[in-house]
């Protein structure tokens, strides 16, 4: 069954501080990974991760993929308060139908 | 200004009674999608579209309805709703260009109380 973990399911940190939030899959036929960001509204888009691009900067944010061991993780250096919401991990794929399956999301929250 | 757009923003109707939540978006999107958000389950795809008049089942499709007869409108209709479809939903669009895997953008959510 095609499914996405995210750890830990939440997290609490000082400003200034790193974090590096997890994303493992099993996804048949996997064709990218995003990540989002989700405040108390929609979710906005951060990255996108697929076999030609498994790597991606901006800013104090950054991503890598490892398609070997299936996993992604999101590292944001110098916390925030901004930084304090849900980031959310899909996963995006094809088996019959194309699947785009999110992960439970990890709740940030970034105290000053 | 490029945007998803979804009516009514919030909605609390009884069991039974038919409703229909619109979605809308005006970047030539092939690609719309719906999804429910409850606590602990993080969002689940409904039903996506590929371009008018293809659509097909995510994971969660029992008790839903949708249409794409016009390419910048995706309706979701809930025929006969009930408590368990009390929720959060987004409606989503994306490009197609390589696959349906690219970067959606989200409308601001329609949160449906059904008692």
């Known amino acids: 069954e095609d499914k996405v973990v995210q750890s830990p399911l939440s997290l609490v940190v000082h400003e200034g501080d790193t974090v590096t939030l997890n994303c493992s899959y099993e996804?048949?036929?996997?064709?990218?990974l995003l990540w989002y960001k989700q405040e108390k509204k929609a979710p906005t888009f951060l990255f996108m991760l697929t076999s030609s691009g498994i790597e991606k900067k901006s800013g104090r944010l950054s991503s890598i993929l490892d398609k070997k061991e299936l996993f992604s993780i999101l590292n944001i250096t110098a916390t925030q308060t901004g930084d304090s919401a849900i980031y959310l991990c899909?996963?995006?794929?094809?088996?019959?139908?194309?699947?785009?399956?999110f992960g439970t999301g990890t709740r940030l929250k970034v105290l000053a | 200004e490029a945007q998803v757009t979804q009516n009514p923003r919030y909605l609390i109707t009884v069991t039974g009674k038919k409703l229909t939540v619109t979605c809308s978006q005006n970047?030539?999107?092939?690609?719309m999608s719906w999804y429910r958000q409850d606590p602990g389950l993080g969002l689940r795809q409904i039903y996506y579209?590929?371009?008018?008049?293809?659509?097909d089942k995510g994971d969660v499709p029992e008790g839903y309805k949708v249409s794409r007869k016009e390419k910048r409108n995706f309706p979701l209709i809930l025929e006969s709703p009930s408590p368990n479809q009390t929720s959060l939903y987004f409606c989503?669009?994306?490009?197609?260009?390589?696959?349906?895997?690219?970067?959606?953008?989200f409308g601001p959510g329609t949160r449906l109380t059904v008692l």
């Open positions: 899909a996963v995006g794929g094809f088996s019959g139908t194309y699947k785009y399956i």
């Open positions: 989503a669009s994306s490009q197609t260009s390589g696959g349906p895997y690219n970067e959606q953008f």
């Open positions: 996804v048949t036929n996997f064709r990218s």
């Open positions: 970047m030539n999107h092939e690609y």
């Open positions: 579209s590929m371009n008018v008049e293809v659509t």
